[in-house]
């Protein structure tokens, strides 16, 4: 990464088998003979088992500067202004906030439609409600200088 210029805080997204072996090398501290625990400084890691597809090699990874991914949440313009109303011709549009406190802001769109429900217990003539829930999120990644240049870099590990 000093390669690259990056002298900063790393985020890393491992498989498992480089999740081991930097775990390995964290837990060698000072009190080891081989002390590399200097390696890991200012990295912070997760580990996936789906996000990094290998060929030919033994792990994988991906090393990315704090700060230069993100994902930004959108809701539509008729959402966010509320427009309509359920029982009118193209429902009602409007927002609810995330009930388990992510402060992220669901889109819904709900609609009645006549429905056929006495096979059901209901009615010949009865109006259901018809409701979507939606939320739209889109990755984003820091503009860089250079042509073709990303801030993510992918490194792979081949063990003989």
Do not use: C
Not at 125 to 144: F, H, R, Y
């Amino acid at each position: 990464m000093r390669q690259q210029y990056y002298n900063t805080i790393y985020d890393v997204v491992n498989d498992e088998f480089a999740t081991q072996l930097a775990e390995k090398l964290v837990q060698q501290g000072q009190g080891n003979a081989e002390n590399q625990a200097w390696q890991m400084m200012g990295m912070s890691g997760v580990t996936s088992q789906e996000a990094i597809k290998t060929t030919g090699q033994d792990s994988a990874g991906y090393i990315i500067p704090a700060g230069t991914i993100g994902i930004l949440p959108w809701v539509p313009k008729k959402n966010r202004e509320g427009f309509g109303d359920t029982f009118k011709n193209g429902g009602k549009y409007r927002t609810f906030p995330d009930p388990l406190g992510s402060g992220l802001q669901f889109a819904v769109h709900e609609y009645a439609t006549g429905a056929d429900n006495q096979s059901t217990y209901g009615e010949r003539q009865d109006v259901d409600v018809e409701v979507e829930i939606s939320i739209d999120l889109g990755p984003v990644i820091a503009p860089m200088s250079t042509a073709n240049a990303s801030p993510i870099f992918k490194v792979a590990l081949l063990e003989s």
